[in-house]
C-alpha cells in the first residue's frame, strides 16, 4: 500500500512537471510573441528606459500581470522537482539498478527507515549515558546508507528548491511593486525616485541568483548521474544528465549577464537557457510518467 502511494506520487509529479514544461515551451512563448510583443512590451524593456516601461505599463497591466503570473505558476509547479530527482538517485545508489518505479519506492521506504533508526539513536544518546562499547555497538548496527544526510545531493535538493523559491518570490513581489510604480507614474507623470535600484534588485534576485542556484542544482544532479554511468544508469537518463549540465552552462551564462545589465530585465542567454530548461524538465516529466515496475 505505502509504495502504490509513492508510485501515484511520482506519476502525479511528473504531470506536474509536463504542465510546467508546456507553460514553459509553448504558453509563455506563443504569449508574449502573439500578444505581448505586438503592444511594444520587448522594446520597451530591452531598452532600458524605464519611464517607457512605466508607461507601457499603465496602459498594458492585464497582459503583463498574466504574463507574469504564467512565469510564475510555471516554476511554482516545480517546487518538488529537485526532490524527486534526489529520490530517484537514492534508489540508484541503494539498489543499483535502472530507476523503476519499484526500486524508487523500495528505496524511499528504506531511506525513511534509516532516517527514523538514526533520529532513535540521537534522542537515546541525549536522555540516557552510554557507554563507550553501547556506542559503538550501536553505531556498527546503524544503516549502511546513513550519509544520504550530506553531499552532492544535497546540495543540489537546497539550491534548486532555493533558486525555485526565489524566482516565484522575486517575480510576484516585482510585479507588485511595478505595479505601484506605473500606478503612480500614469498619475503624477514621475517615476519614483529609488525605482532604477528597486527594478535592479528584483531582477538580480530573479534572473541571476535564483536562476544561478537552478544552474548549480542542474549541474550536481547531471554530475552525480554522469560520474556513475552506465554502471547504474540506462542511456536515457545518462543523456539526460549531460543536458542537465548543458542547462547548467546556459543558465550561468544567462545569470551573469543579466548581472552585468539588469535595467534590461535579461541577458542575450535567457531566452535559450530557459528554452532548454523547459526541455530538459519535458524529458524528466516524460520518464517519470513512463515508469514501469520490474
Known sequence: MRKRSLLARLRTNGFYYLVSSLLLLVAIPLYQVLVLNPTGFS????????????????NHTPLFVIYRGLL???????????????RIIVAQEILGRSPDEESIAEAEIELEENEELEELAEEETEANE???????TEENT???????GKGFAIIAVWTGTAGIVLFVLGTVLGTIYLLNASHGF??????PVNIGTFDAIFTITTNTVSI???????MFFGAMIARAGKRLWPGNWLWFSYMALAVAALLSGSAVGVASAPSTGQATL???AILLFGIWN??????LLRLKAE
Open 43 to 58: 522594446d520597451t524593456r530591452t531598452m532600458g528606459h524605464l519611464n517607457d516601461y512605466l508607461f507601457w505599463l499603465g
Open 72 to 86: 510564475a505558476i510555471a516554476f511554482a509547479i516545480l517546487f518538488t522537482m529537485p526532490y524527486t530527482l534526489y
Open 130 to 136: 552510554i557507554e563507550p562499547e553501547e556506542e559503538t
Open 142 to 148: 546503524m544503516p549502511e546508507f546513513a550519509w544520504r
Open 186 to 191: 500614469m498619475q503624477t507623470g514621475e517615476a
Open 212 to 218: 544561478g542556484l537552478i544552474a548549480i542544482s542542474s
Open 270 to 272: 535567457t531566452t535559450f
Open 282 to 287: 519535458l524529458w524528466h516529466s516524460i520518464m
